[in-house]
């Protein structure tokens, strides 16, 4: 299935300040998402902002906070964004039918909502290099879960070429500079 970007929606999921620091790998991850969220951006793709009970975890760590500062935000207790109900109304509205997903637990709140975007006829694609729990082996057994249940698994830099398609597209220049 190509992914195309007049389809495709952004949701991150729960990359706040209390959290963050206690993941695998999280400096390679923040680098990563800054570039997948600078790169879709310049695609003009959609964004919904998700923060799990910010009291508790705080806000987007402010190195992302920056880059989506202009897009809705929702609060949620659930962990999966899709039973937030004003996430999934906006995800709704939206009127797409692929929803690209990024973020933290990777276990928990990314998987969860990633099933319940298949379960509601939606396309996640699960952009692997840019999600990450507390253990390793959470990550990876959620990955390969979602896999087997459908979801379409990528990498930062292979979202971002499929959406621009084409050597030809005036942001080509833009996102080949982002990657680097």
């Known amino acids: 299935m190509r992914i195309n970007v007049e389809d495709t929606l952004f949701c991150l999921v729960d990359v706040q300040e209390k959290l963050f620091p206690h993941v695998t790998n999280n400096e390679e991850i923040k680098k990563k ?3 997948l969220i600078k790169g879709l951006k310049v695609l003009e793709v959609p964004f919904i902002v998700n923060e799990q009970y910010k009291k508790g975890i705080g806000e987007t760590i402010p190195s992302l906070k920056e880059l989506v500062v202009d897009y809705p935000h929702f609060e949620k207790t659930t962990f999966s964004c899709c039973k937030n109900e004003p996430t999934m109304e906006a995800i709704k509205n939206s009127g797409k039918k692929n929803v690209i997903v990024a973020g933290i637990e990777t276990h928990v709140c990314v998987l969860q909502t990633c099933i319940d975007l298949l379960e509601a006829g939606l396309q996640p694609i699960l952009v692997t290099d840019c ?7 959470d990550t990876d057994v959620a990955i390969q879960r ?8 990528t990498t930062y830099e292979s979202i971002l070429f499929e959406l621009t398609l084409n050597a030809k ?3 080509f220049k833009e996102i080949s500079k ?3």
């Open 33 to 35: 998402l800054i570039t």
């Open 131 to 137: 999600v990450t729990s507390r253990k390793q082996n």
């Open 146 to 153: 979602l896999i087997q249940a459908g979801v379409i698994p």
């Open 169 to 171: 597209n005036p942001v």
């Open 178 to 180: 982002l990657v680097k």
